[in-house]
């Protein structure tokens, strides 16, 4: 090799560059994220409810989404505690220490969004570049079935940092006709 210090500094840089783009997310790394304080879920029949991801309670969350199908205890295996389990027709959304854990979006009802763009299960897959430009479609297949599906997964920040993961967006797309079919956290 004619260059060998040439190649100690490339490895160097690349071995640093993708050890800071684990850490936490800033606009010089490559790794896009969605930032989870800007995460809104609105119910699609009325333009005024919306929800703040973070920053709103169990209790308000029922004030903006009143009369839920199913309000009960569900066991929370992760953090070994008892959490609130409210379901809107298919819709599940998960509460721990009064704040939403985690969310299934099974039919239209509900959005997500940034609060200027949103998308919801039955939008074409495209629509996802209004929220989330650098997004990513990758085609994976159900073993049991041995049937093709698509998968969007966008990983989240809080002030920063990045998320594991498993607090990603994960959107599931029909293959054949590029629809939404999924949208859970």
Do not use: W
């Amino acid at each position: 090799m004619k260059h060998p210090l040439i190649f100690i500094v490339l490895t160097f840089f690349f071995h640093t560059t993708s050890l800071c783009q684990v850490q936490a997310y800033n606009e010089d790394t490559s790794i896009p994220t969605f930032d989870i304080n800007n995460l809104i879920i609105k119910s699609s029949d009325s333009v005024h409810k919306e929800f703040s991801f973070l920053k709103t309670t169990l209790s308000a969350f029922l004030e903006e989404f009143p009369s839920p199908d199913k309000n009960e205890d569900y066991y929370y295996e992760i953090d070994e505690k008892m959490a609130r389990l409210i379901t809107y027709a298919n819709n599940e959304f998960y509460f721990l220490d009064a704040k939403l854990e985690a969310f299934h979006l099974k039919d239209s009802m509900f959005s997500i969004g940034n609060g200027k763009n949103f998308i919801k299960l039955g939008d074409h897959h495209t629509a996802v570049s209004r929220l989330f430009p650098p997004y990513e479609l990758k085609i994976e297949i159900d073993y049991g079935t041995k049937e093709e599906y698509g998968v969007i997964r966008i990983t989240t920040s809080e002030e920063g940092l990045v998320h594991e993961d498993e607090d990603s967006i994960i959107m599931l797309v029909d293959v054949k006709s590029g629809i939404i079919t999924e949208i859970y956290k």
